[in-house]
């Protein structure tokens, strides 16, 4: 019996790309950089198309972000949150929980962070470790009535959690409204729509001057966190049941697993983790120092994002939050040379597009490749009962 080889598997570009993406290695980071040369590319299109010089923006992208040691301290303290949101975002989509609510849940960290942070009659570092505690407590409840949402009412997670954003964004707004929550003490008759700032001993200060680069206690925190959440989904028994319970919940349940116990305790985390960063946001000198509506800055879709671009790999998600921050720093100071905000937003989203398609790809190009083998052999076995018959 002679085999021919089905037109869909002669190679092709297709199946070259597919090889290209999957190999992992040098010809997946190949990928990438020609993914990032093509949005770069097209970045400069859109450039010129509006008047402005594509090298003297591409200038001020690096003079923001990596030129300086003033920027390279800007950059670092944009990746601290984003690495936070994302380290929690890759616990809970192990476990198959795909929580998409962060930016509302690192919203309500910043809450709970400002709540304990001028309520609290505490003097020295101890004020600082209640403005952190309140920002995890704040993220952590935030995305636990998500999870009672769906215990008790079977309410998606995906839906619960991303309306739960537009109801941080108004309960935020109301304490920032009313003279006795939170809004800011003044005697004048206008009155922003903040908190009062922190007091400094609140705040997140300078681990020291290395050259001019500032390390800031935000970064440890969030480098710690990331490394926490690596050893315990990779070396522990409960990591091991995480990754268990997002293969298949029932192989997981037979196991003696308690999926909705872990299923809850994977969201609470996931939203803890953003609330922490909240709490980052807040203290550190990346904004004012103040409770205010917009202070979430998409900070929490950017987690999502580099937890995606990761791939949900806690250590890959270190160096995808720095490129983010240098996206994030080096578009502050685009802004200031006269681009316009909404071109910057549209040349960050197409350097993120190029970093998540080529891993997008794989994944699609690699399960076709699967369910084709699997195809194949279910024929080989069909072939082979017919010529024993």
Known sequence: MTASIPAGDRPGARQFLMRLSTSGGGPAAAVTVAAVLVALALSGVLIAATGFSPPAALHALIEGSLASPASLTSTLLYAAPLLLVAAGTCVSTRAGVFNIGQEGQVL????????????????????LVMVVIGGVLGGGLWAWLSALMYRFRRVNVVVSTLLMIFLAQQLVTFAVGESWFLQESSTSAYVNPQSNPLPSSGLMGSLGHYPGLQLNLGLVIALLATVAVAVALTRTRWGFRIRMLGLNPSVARHAGVRVAALRDAALIISGAAAGLAGAVLLASPVGTNRLDPTMSNNIGWDGLLVALVARNRPALCV??????????????????????????DIIESLLVLALVVPSVASGILGRRRRERLASAGAEQIQDSVEVAA
């Not at 304990?116 to 505490?122: D, E, H, S």
């Open 108 to 127: 309500m960290g910043a809450f709970g962070g400002a709540w304990f942070g001028l309520r609290l009659a505490i003097h020295g570092p101890g004020l």
């Open 319 to 344: 160096p995808v939050a720095f490129l983010f921050g240098v996206l994030s720093a080096g578009g502050d100071y685009l802004s200031s040379t006269g681009v316009p905000s909404y071109l910057v």
